[in-house]
């Protein structure tokens, strides 16, 4: 079954707590992307990767990290989290080097307490 | 950058009437424009898209308009029913830095009163 995947999918963690949410897709896809999602604002992209290697900001990066070190997999990494990382965060990814239809998946509620 | 604006926020009806959602977006170079659902608990899913050469699309209850020269797009809901009560996004396709990517709007809640 083509899906995105994401671990955990839920997360309470302290203030400056090292942590990182996995994203891996089976549908060969060249685009993926992190979004978060806060009531009253929308999907925020965070980072965006076109291919393997290739990553670049998005709209909110301050204080994440990301990797792409193999295509399927795309991890979003806190360095050390803070209160204001509170959120729903999405995966998505989309076949092409552009972000064309996204397939999203299924979320990480994460808290930082 | 692209910069996308959606209306309403909130949106209720009785079933059985239609609703429309309307979005304006600012970068005339983007030719690209989803629609998203996103029920209670679950991930956003695509409903429909339009891209830049056509007005107009159409897939059962649902169509998107698109008016270029105004920039703005809207998605119209025809013989609404609970089912249809979500969080709907609209986004726009952004040529500017971010090389292509979504950019979505604020997002609107449709409820659907049986």
């Known amino acids: 079954e083509a899906q995105v995947t994401q671990n955990p999918r839920y997360l309470i963690t302290v203030t400056g707590k090292k942590l990182t949410v996995t994203c891996s897709q089976n549908?060969?896809?060249?685009?993926m992307s992190w979004y978060r999602q806060d009531p009253g604002l929308g999907l925020r992209q965070i980072y965006y990767?076109?291919?393997?290697?290739?990553?670049d900001k998005g709209d909110v990066p301050e204080g994440y990290k990301v990797s792409r070190k193999e295509k399927r997999n795309f991890p979003l990494i806190l360095e050390s989290p803070s209160p204001n990382q509170t959120s729903l965060y999405f995966c998505?990814?989309?076949?092409?080097?552009?972000?064309?239809?996204?397939?999203f998946g299924p979320g990480t509620r994460l808290t930082v307490l | 950058g692209e910069n996308v604006e959606q209306h309403p926020s909130t949106l209720s009806v009785q079933e059985g009437d239609s609703a429309v959602i309307k979005c304006t977006y600012s970068?005339?170079?983007?030719?690209?424009f989803p629609w998203y659902k996103q029920e209670l608990g679950k991930r956003p899913q695509l409903i429909i898209d339009?891209?830049?050469?056509?007005g107009e699309k159409k897939d059962q209850r649902i169509a998107v308009t698109l008016n270029k020269t105004a920039k703005h797009f809207s998605l119209h809901i025809t013989e609404t029913q609970p089912e249809d009560s979500a969080v709907y996004f609209c986004?726009?396709?952004?040529?500017?830095?971010?090389?292509?990517?979504?950019?979505f709007g604020k997002g609107t809640k449709l409820s659907v009163k049986p």
């Open positions: 990767s076109m291919n393997v290697e290739v990553t």
């Open positions: 549908m060969n896809h060249e685009y």
């Open positions: 986004a726009a396709r952004d040529y500017g830095g971010s090389q292509g990517n979504l950019i």
């Open positions: 339009i891209r830049s050469n056509v």
């Open positions: 998505a990814s989309s076949q092409g080097q552009l972000a064309d239809t996204q397939y």
């Open positions: 970068d005339s170079a983007s030719n690209y």
